[in-house]
C-alpha cells in the first residue's frame, strides 16, 4: 500500500513505462506514480485560479504520450504532453458539461460524452457525444 499526497485519488490508468497517472479529485490536479522509484509527481491543471476544476477522470492514449483528463467545472477537457510536461485545454461544445471518460480511435481522435444528470442542466438540455480531433 501507498499513502497518496493528495487527496481524492480515482480513475486511475497506466502509460506505455508502465507508471500510473492519478486524478486528485479535489484537488484540480493529476498525479503520476512511479512504482519503481514510489514516487509521485503532481501537475496542476491549467487554470487561473488555480483549483478551479476538479478531474473527474483521465486515460492515457499511449501511442501518442497524451494524458486525457476530464475536467467537470470548466466545460473542458485537458490535454497532458507526458514529454513535454506541457497542457492544452481543449473547451467543449456546450456549457455546463460534465464529461466522465474519454476513448481514442486508432487515428488519435478522442471521444467523450455529456453525460449530467438530469440532462436538462447541460446547454440545450441533450446529451452529447463528443469527438475531438487533434492535428
Known amino acids: 500500500m501507498y499513502a497518496t499526497p493528495f487527496k481524492g ?14 486524478t486528485a479529485f479535489p484537488e484540480s490536479a493529476i498525479v503520476r506514480f512511479d512504482p519503481a522509484t514510489a514516487q509521485f509527481t503532481r501537475f496542476d491543471l491549467p487554470l487561473v485560479p488555480k483549483g478551479g476544476d476538479t478531474p473527474y477522470a483521465l486515460n492515457v492514449d499511449r501511442p501518442r504520450r497524451l494524458v486525457w483528463v476530464n475536467g467537470n467545472q470548466s466545460d473542458s477537457l485537458y490535454v497532458f504532453d507526458i514529454a513535454n510536461e506541457t497542457w492544452q485545454q481543449i473547451p467543449m461544445p456546450r456549457r455546463v458539461t460534465f464529461t466522465r471518460d474519454v476513448e ?9 460524452a455529456i453525460a449530467h444528470f438530469p440532462g436538462w442542466h447541460v446547454e440545450d438540455g441533450q446529451s452529447t457525444l463528443i469527438r475531438v480531433q487533434r492535428p
Request: no cysteine.
Open 9 to 22: 485519488p480515482r480513475r486511475l490508468r497506466t502509460d506505455g513505462d508502465g507508471r500510473l497517472w492519478i
Open 104 to 112: 481514442f480511435d486508432p487515428d488519435g481522435s478522442a471521444y467523450t
